[in-house]
Nanobody, 119 residues
Framework: QVQLVESGGGLVQPGGSLRLSCAAS????????MNWYRQAPGKERELVAT???????TYVDAVKGRFTISRDDAKNTVYLQMNSLKPDDTAVYYC?????????????WGQGTQVTVSS
């Protein structure tokens, strides 16, 4: 049974930090690209950060220099370190595992964790 379980969300003041974790099970974690998405109220879900192997990472412009994605394939876990948080970062954050195939992708999703940035 495939599971992605996010943790680490919460309420933080502007300028603060949070570290999200996503523990995976039920599939070969190391073969999957791992993504963090977020969805704010009234907005579409957006891709925030991607990691393939540990040295290949990409970020949406809004979080570059503030967020860092990492993975530990021995622990089947992906992380999102979020620093200098802003109110605009408030959203539900989702972990996604993606395996690309010629005609379609295999996608697994977590249940999401709420991040609220407010004073």
């Amino acid at each position: 049974q495939v599971q992605l379980v996010e943790s680490g969300g919460g309420l933080v003041q502007p300028g603060g930090s949070l570290r999200l974790s996503c523990a995976a099970s039920g599939f070969t974690f190391s073969r999957y690209t791992m993504n963090w998405y977020r969805q704010a109220p009234g907005k579409e879900r957006e891709l925030v950060a991607t990691i393939t192997d540990p040295s290949v990472r990409t970020y949406v412009d809004a979080v570059k220099g503030r967020f860092t994605i990492s993975r530990d394939d021995a622990k089947n876990t992906v992380y999102l370190q979020m620093n200098s948080l802003k109110p605009d970062d408030t959203a539900v954050y989702y972990c996604n595992a993606r395996f690309r195939m010629p005609l379609n992708n295999i996608d697994y999703w977590g249940q999401g964790t709420q991040v609220t940035v407010s004073s």
